[in-house]
């Protein structure tokens, strides 16, 4: 038989609430069977990578630094565990495109 946690007062299972003094019954029970995913900001997210932004900035605006970025960023990522892989592997991505484009354009310029 569970027994009050503020009066030590005998309960009955199914009473939610302590009815000598009123302190709710079985509360950390209860908030323990909640899923952690559902249990709202009990861990926080982790934040976005900054790099990864600088990264996918410098591929949107053209350039193979991009690829030198992303590759830091996703290094960074994979140690602490931020958020940004996605967009620091699309930046190395599209800064592995402007790589090859510049250099198909040096090529074309330098050769003809
Ligand atoms: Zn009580």
């Not at 079985?26 to 908030?31: I, M, P, T």
């Not at 590759?71 to 140690?79: G, P, S, T």
Request: with cysteine; hydrophobic share 50%; charged share 15%.
């Amino acid at each position: 038989m569970p027994t009050c946690s503020n009066c030590s007062a005998a309960l009955r299972a199914e009473w939610k609430f302590c009815i000598y003094c009123g302190t709710p019954v079985g509360a950390e029970a209860d908030s323990e069977a909640i899923p952690a995913a559902i249990r709202p900001e009990s861990e926080p997210r982790p934040p976005l990578n900054p790099l990864a932004i600088v990264a996918l900035l410098l591929a949107c605006v053209g350039g193979f630094p991009a690829l030198i970025f992303g590759h830091i960023a996703m290094r960074q990522i994979k140690r602490t565990g931020e958020r940004g892989m996605v967009i620091a592997r699309v930046a190395t991505v599209l800064g592995y495109l402007w790589l090859v484009a510049t250099l198909v354009l040096l090529y074309s310029a330098f050769s003809g």
